[in-house]
Protein backbone atom coordinates (compact mmCIF):
# COMPACT_ATOMS: atom_id res chain seq x y z
CA UNK A 1 0.00 0.00 0.00
CA UNK A 2 1.35 3.42 -0.71
CA UNK A 3 1.27 5.93 2.07
CA UNK A 4 -0.21 8.72 0.08
CA UNK A 5 -4.07 7.80 0.60
CA UNK A 6 -3.36 7.06 4.13
CA UNK A 7 -1.92 10.60 4.85
CA UNK A 8 -4.65 11.96 2.97
CA UNK A 9 -7.23 9.89 5.10
CA UNK A 10 -5.02 10.76 8.18
CA UNK A 11 -5.27 14.46 7.84
CA UNK A 12 -9.49 14.48 6.74
CA UNK A 13 -9.92 12.06 9.50
CA UNK A 14 -8.04 14.49 12.51
CA UNK A 15 -10.80 17.42 11.31
CA UNK A 16 -13.29 15.20 11.75
CA UNK A 17 -12.26 14.05 15.10
CA UNK A 18 -11.80 17.77 16.34
CA UNK A 19 -15.59 18.26 15.35
CA UNK A 20 -16.69 15.38 17.38
CA UNK A 21 -14.63 16.69 20.06
CA UNK A 22 -16.31 20.26 19.93
CA UNK A 23 -19.56 18.10 20.17
CA UNK A 24 -18.69 16.31 22.86
CA UNK A 25 -17.75 19.26 24.51
CA UNK A 26 -20.89 21.04 23.56
CA UNK A 27 -19.45 23.94 21.54
CA UNK A 28 -21.81 23.66 18.59
CA UNK A 29 -20.83 27.03 16.87
CA UNK A 30 -16.92 26.18 16.81
CA UNK A 31 -18.12 22.45 15.75
CA UNK A 32 -19.89 24.07 12.63
CA UNK A 33 -16.71 25.95 11.78
CA UNK A 34 -14.42 22.75 11.97
CA UNK A 35 -17.18 20.37 9.98
CA UNK A 36 -17.07 23.19 7.45
CA UNK A 37 -13.39 22.71 7.32
CA UNK A 38 -13.78 19.10 7.00
CA UNK A 39 -16.27 19.19 3.99
CA UNK A 40 -14.26 21.33 2.44
CA UNK A 41 -11.44 18.65 2.75
CA UNK A 42 -13.59 15.40 2.02
CA UNK A 43 -14.95 17.70 -1.17
CA UNK A 44 -11.53 18.16 -2.45
CA UNK A 45 -10.33 15.14 -1.77
CA UNK A 46 -13.34 12.75 -3.61
CA UNK A 47 -13.37 15.55 -6.73
CA UNK A 48 -9.16 14.62 -6.67
CA UNK A 49 -10.19 10.80 -6.67
CA UNK A 50 -12.74 11.47 -9.08
CA UNK A 51 -11.39 13.38 -11.48
CA UNK A 52 -7.21 12.94 -11.45
CA UNK A 53 -7.27 9.25 -10.11
CA UNK A 54 -10.59 7.05 -10.45
CA UNK A 55 -9.92 7.26 -14.71
CA UNK A 56 -6.64 5.49 -14.04
CA UNK A 57 -7.92 2.04 -12.24
CA UNK A 58 -6.46 -0.61 -14.16
CA UNK A 59 -8.51 -3.26 -15.97
CA UNK A 60 -9.04 -6.18 -13.62
CA UNK A 61 -9.30 -4.24 -10.47
CA UNK A 62 -10.10 -5.48 -7.41
CA UNK A 63 -13.18 -3.04 -7.52
CA UNK A 64 -14.01 -1.00 -10.71
CA UNK A 65 -14.01 2.99 -10.18
CA UNK A 66 -17.73 2.88 -10.67
CA UNK A 67 -17.65 1.43 -6.64
CA UNK A 68 -15.40 4.14 -5.56
CA UNK A 69 -17.96 6.82 -7.14
CA UNK A 70 -20.98 5.41 -5.89
CA UNK A 71 -19.26 5.13 -2.53
CA UNK A 72 -18.27 8.96 -2.56
CA UNK A 73 -21.70 9.75 -3.34
CA UNK A 74 -23.32 8.47 -0.22
CA UNK A 75 -20.51 9.70 1.68
CA UNK A 76 -21.46 13.23 0.39
CA UNK A 77 -25.15 12.74 1.10
CA UNK A 78 -24.49 11.18 4.36
CA UNK A 79 -22.24 14.39 5.40
CA UNK A 80 -25.73 16.77 3.82
CA UNK A 81 -27.95 14.87 6.18
CA UNK A 82 -25.27 15.17 9.40
CA UNK A 83 -25.20 19.04 8.55
CA UNK A 84 -28.68 19.41 8.48
CA UNK A 85 -28.82 17.91 12.18
CA UNK A 86 -25.94 20.02 12.87
CA UNK A 87 -28.15 23.28 11.66
CA UNK A 88 -31.25 22.05 13.37
CA UNK A 89 -28.94 22.33 16.71
CA UNK A 90 -27.63 25.41 15.76
CA UNK A 91 -30.74 27.16 15.26
CA UNK A 92 -32.30 26.15 18.40
CA UNK A 93 -29.79 26.17 20.81
CA UNK A 94 -29.77 23.97 24.17
CA UNK A 95 -30.71 25.99 27.13
CA UNK A 96 -29.48 24.47 29.76
CA UNK A 97 -26.73 21.46 30.66
CA UNK A 98 -29.36 18.24 29.96
CA UNK A 99 -30.08 19.68 26.72
CA UNK A 100 -26.67 20.14 25.63
CA UNK A 101 -25.82 16.84 26.29
CA UNK A 102 -28.89 15.44 24.29
CA UNK A 103 -27.89 17.41 21.30
CA UNK A 104 -24.78 16.23 21.76
CA UNK A 105 -26.04 12.93 21.52
CA UNK A 106 -28.16 13.41 18.59
CA UNK A 107 -25.46 14.33 16.92
CA UNK A 108 -23.02 11.49 17.53
CA UNK A 109 -26.04 9.26 17.05
CA UNK A 110 -26.47 11.36 13.32
CA UNK A 111 -22.46 10.64 12.32
CA UNK A 112 -22.35 7.03 13.24
CA UNK A 113 -23.27 5.86 9.47
CA UNK A 114 -21.30 8.78 7.75
CA UNK A 115 -18.36 7.16 9.90
CA UNK A 116 -19.01 3.58 8.86
CA UNK A 117 -19.37 4.30 5.65
CA UNK A 118 -16.14 6.40 5.40
CA UNK A 119 -14.10 3.36 7.02
CA UNK A 120 -15.05 0.90 4.93
CA UNK A 121 -14.38 3.03 1.86
CA UNK A 122 -11.17 3.74 3.26
CA UNK A 123 -10.06 0.04 3.87
CA UNK A 124 -10.77 -0.56 0.00
CA UNK A 125 -8.88 2.49 -0.98
CA UNK A 126 -6.10 1.52 1.00
CA UNK A 127 -6.41 -2.61 0.50
CA UNK A 128 -6.46 -2.44 -3.32
CA UNK A 129 -6.79 1.33 -5.05
CA UNK A 130 -3.04 2.64 -3.13
CA UNK A 131 -1.76 -0.22 -4.72
CA UNK A 132 -3.31 -0.80 -8.37
CA UNK A 133 -2.70 3.18 -9.38
CA UNK A 134 1.16 4.12 -10.57
CA UNK A 135 2.94 5.33 -7.41
CA UNK A 136 4.12 8.28 -9.74
CA UNK A 137 0.48 8.95 -10.35
CA UNK A 138 -0.51 9.31 -7.01
CA UNK A 139 2.46 11.30 -5.59
CA UNK A 140 1.90 13.73 -8.38
CA UNK A 141 -1.94 13.82 -7.69
CA UNK A 142 -1.28 14.50 -3.87
CA UNK A 143 1.69 17.00 -3.50
CA UNK A 144 -1.38 19.55 -5.00
CA UNK A 145 -3.29 19.29 -1.87
CA UNK A 146 -1.27 19.88 2.08
CA UNK A 147 -1.21 17.38 4.62
CA UNK A 148 -1.55 20.22 7.30
Same mark, same amino acid.
Given at each position: ?52 ? =?? %? &?? +? ?8 ? *? ?6 ? @? ?20 LAQRRASLY ?6 ? =?? %? &?? +? ?8 ? *??SELPL? @? ?11
Amino acid at each position: MSQFFQDQHERIEALLNAHLLDIVGGDFIQAKEVFTQWRTALDEHIRIENQEL =LP %H &VP +EGARWAAKVY *LLEHERIA @LLADEYAQRLQLVLDKPPVDALAQRRASLYLLDAIHA =LR %H &VI +EHHHEREHTA *LASELPLE @LQARVWAQVPLA
